[in-house]
């Protein structure tokens, strides 16, 4: 472990081996893969001519220009319906019902809280079932996607 600068913490990696996705204080699944937990801020080029008629470009952060990226959730298909119902009202456009504050929980491997990834408004925007293979063995699998307007990041040391 590398010596910390004065008044920094340790750097301490997260070691993740179960995440589950709460809908609104309901556990909804627990899913093998969940990716794009990621936002993009909407850079603004400026163009400036400067002393000798050199050009600078200054870039700056549009205020509020945050894009969250889509979820994508992957899991072994199950038997429980709990996850279509939400899907349903979102297709039944009712989208007052579909859209949730969900949270990706995260847990370390002794089973304690590691971190928690708040997203407002999500909804289910997308669903695809694996490929049907007779002469397959593997899991059948089905990905879910998931819009929302924004997350935060709740956990230890002041997130």
Same mark, same amino acid.
């Given at each position: 472990?590398?010596?910390?600068?004065?008044?920094?913490?340790?750097?301490?990696?997260?070691?993740?081996?179960?995440?589950? %996705?709460?809908? $609104?204080?309901?556990? %909804?699944?627990?899913?093998?893969?969940?990716?794009?937990? &990621?936002?993009?801020?909407?850079?603004?080029?400026?163009?400036?001519?400067?002393?000798?008629?050199?050009?600078?470009?200054?870039?700056?952060?549009?205020?509020?220009?945050?894009?969250?990226?889509?979820?994508?959730?992957?899991?072994? %298909?199950?038997?429980?319906? &709990?996850?279509?119902?939400?899907?349903?009202?979102?297709?039944?456009?009712?989208?007052?019902?579909?859209?949730?504050?969900?949270?990706?929980?995260?847990?370390?491997?002794?089973?304690?809280? $590691?971190?928690?990834?708040?997203?407002?408004?999500?909804?289910? $925007?997308?669903?695809?079932?694996?490929?049907?293979?007779?002469?397959?063995?593997?899991?059948?699998?089905?990905?879910?996607?998931?819009?929302?307007?924004?997350? $935060? %990041?709740?956990?230890?040391?002041?997130?």
């Amino acid at each position: 472990m590398t010596t910390p600068a004065v008044g920094m913490n340790p750097v301490q990696n997260v070691a993740v081996t179960t995440w589950y %996705l709460d809908a $609104s204080g309901t556990s %909804l699944a627990a899913f093998k893969t969940i990716s794009g937990i &990621s936002l993009e801020l909407n850079v603004v080029e400026m163009q400036h001519t400067i002393k000798g008629g050199k050009t600078s470009i200054m870039k700056s952060v549009n205020a509020g220009g945050v894009k969250p990226g889509k979820l994508t959730c992957t899991r072994g %298909l199950i038997l429980d319906d &709990s996850m279509w119902t939400w899907i349903q009202d979102a297709i039944d456009g009712n989208m007052a019902k579909a859209r949730k504050n969900i949270t990706i929980i995260l847990y370390n491997a002794d089973g304690s809280e $590691s971190k928690r990834y708040e997203f407002r408004n999500a909804f289910p $925007s997308g669903w695809s079932l694996g490929d049907l293979d007779a002469a397959g063995t593997d899991a059948l699998m089905e990905t879910l996607t998931i819009e929302h307007e924004g997350f $935060s %990041l709740k956990g230890k040391n002041g997130f």
